[in-house]
């Protein structure tokens, strides 16, 4: 247990439903990580925040997802019109935002599947 | 772009020593990262390189070469637990705590 909290862990969902995964930081981390994970590949950047600011989206992240950090300590990500394409596992993760070797720890992550 | 090539597969024997390879091509670096995954969990953190040269840590070491964009994770004495993918990830910004670029996994079988 890295300290990341991640619910639900899973999810099943039909097609054009929207869902949101709830984030819990490890509490002293100001740095925010939200990455998608699919078979057999490494965890690929979504979005991250700096306390409640959401620094950097990547292009994968399209115009139905979402994500917040309205306080600055858990977050939240959601998808509108679910499609089949997003069946993924959803991790989290959290870092200081200060010094070079801080590495993210990563939650249990969400595993979303659409029908 | 960007570009983290590693070994998709590779088998090794209990007790033995395996070195996983990683190559990366990115736009920036401000260090590299080895991560552990078991089957359905998170990844956890193993080690980090910023300069050139061998980090050791128990039985896992990571050594880094900048100029040749290359990078490996040695895991000495494998035990049966040792079998699960291993991640090169790279920051690709030249600064700050950014987020990384992962690889494919390298997936480890540990046989006896």
């Known amino acids: 247990d890295t300290g990341v909290s991640q619910n639900p862990r899973h999810k099943i969902t039909k097609r054009g439903q929207n869902v949101t995964f709830r984030c819990d930081p490890i509490?002293?981390?100001?740095?925010l990580y939200w990455y998608r994970q699919t078979l057999g590949q490494g965890p690929e950047f979504l979005t991250y925040f700096q306390n409640e600011a959401q620094l950097e989206k990547s292009r994968l992240l399209s115009d139905r997802f979402s994500a917040e950090r309205p306080k600055g300590s858990f977050s939240t990500l959601e998808i509108q019109r679910t499609e089949q394409g997003d069946s993924a596992m959803y991790l989290c993760a959290s870092s200081r935002s200060a010094g070079g070797g801080n590495e993210q720890f990563f939650g249990p992550g969400t595993r979303l599947t659409v029908l | 772009g960007q570009n983290i090539d590693q070994p998709t597969e590779m088998t090794a024997t209990e007790g033995a020593i395996v070195q996983i390879n990683c190559t990366y091509q990115?736009?920036?670096?401000?260090?590299l990262f080895w991560y552990q995954q078991h089957a359905g969990e998170a990844p956890t953190f193993l080690s980090y390189n910023v300069l050139d040269g061998l980090e050791e840590k128990g039985r896992f070491s990571s050594f880094l070469s900048r100029s040749k964009g290359y990078s490996y994770l040695l895991l000495k004495e494998l035990q049966m637990k040792d079998s699960a993918s291993y991640l090169c990830?790279?920051?690709?910004?030249?600064?700050?705590?950014?987020?990384?670029?992962f690889g494919k996994g390298t997936r480890l079988s540990v046989i006896a």
């Open positions: 990830a790279v920051r690709d910004k030249n600064s700050g705590n950014t987020p990384l670029v």
């Open positions: 509490s002293e981390h100001n740095r």
């Open positions: 990115t736009s920036g670096f401000n260090g």
